[in-house]
């Protein structure tokens, strides 16, 4: 599974993590990938959507047989109610697009082994509890 972050680093070259996400880009090779669709709905904004190269080069990488494209109706009512929870009673803000992405990681059927992110913190209990690595150094 991918995080939005490392779309972002991919495509953006004054990000951060630019040249980490050009680095671990032969991952994507490695197996499936699967990107939930809320991660889409940060990546593809507005202004990602005027960076022409950038968008045709992630439009290749979505029509590659090895990406699958995850939706997010089984998982987003526990996930605003866990966003919530988290945000205001535990003092643990999480953002939606993340509680979803957690919820999918901790569903075992999806059979999920890695997760590349450049936002380990948000993630690292349920991976820790699934057996998930996580990738972003």
């Given amino acids: 599974m991918v995080d939005t972050g490392f779309w972002y680093a991919l495509y953006t070259e004054r990000d951060e993590y630019y040249i980490k ?3 671990l880009v032969e991952y994507l090779e490695l197996g499936n990938v699967l990107i939930p669709y809320p991660s889409l709905y940060e990546t593809i904004n507005t202004r ?8 045709c080069d992630f439009k290749s990488r979505l029509e590659q047989n090895n990406f699958e494209l995850l939706e997010d ?3 987003k009512s526990d996930a605003i109610q866990l966003t919530f929870e988290s ?6 803000p999480i953002s939606l697009v ?3 992405i957690r919820q999918m990681l901790a569903d075992d059927k999806l059979n999920i ?3 590349i ?3 380990p913190e948000d993630f690292i209990d349920v991976c820790i509890q699934h057996r998930i690595k996580i990738i972003s150094e």
């Fill in 21 to 23: 996400a050009n680095e």
């Fill in 48 to 55: 990602f959507s005027k960076n022409t190269k950038g968008l």
């Fill in 73 to 75: 109706e089984e998982y």
């Fill in 87 to 92: 945000s205001l009673y535990m003092k643990k």
């Fill in 98 to 100: 993340d509680m979803v």
């Fill in 113 to 115: 082994n890695f997760l």
């Fill in 117 to 119: 992110t450049f936002n």
